[in-house]
């Protein structure tokens, strides 16, 4: 009981603390997906894939050209593409908080 006790609050404290520095490090949290370019795929098609719904698609294909360095829209066929997809800050906090209960779990046994 004292082991699984311990193993709790030592959770918490870790979960407390992940959260703090997941939300506090940005305000904005992105999730990398690498994608490869197909024929017929443009930049602006890949951006509005990957955008939310409360975004811009022009934020989007200039976080792509960044993550990228791309310097116009050409794409080539088969070339990858690292995509920044904008995550909330809920579903982090939520992820994390799942990932830290597992972690519990296992240093009680």
């Known amino acids: ?5 311990l193993a709790f609050v030592l959770g918490a404290m870790l979960s407390g603390s992940f959260t703090y520095m997941t939300v506090s490090a940005s305000p904005e949290i992105y999730e990398k997906q690498i994608i490869t370019v197909h024929t ?3 930049l ?4 509005a894939d990957w955008s939310g719904k ?13 993550e990228n360095n791309l ?3 050409n ?3 088969g070339q990858q593409l690292v995509i920044p997809v904008r995550k909330k800050v809920a579903d982090v906090i939520a992820e994390q908080n799942k990932l830290n209960a597992k972690r519990v779990q296992l240093a009680a046994r």
């Open 1 to 5: 009981m004292k082991k699984f006790l």
């Open 40 to 42: 017929g795929d443009t």
């Open 44 to 47: 602006w098609d890949i951006a």
């Open 54 to 66: 409360d975004e811009d698609i022009r934020e989007v294909i200039l976080r792509i050209q960044k």
């Open 71 to 73: 310097i116009g829209s």
């Open 75 to 77: 794409l080539a066929v």
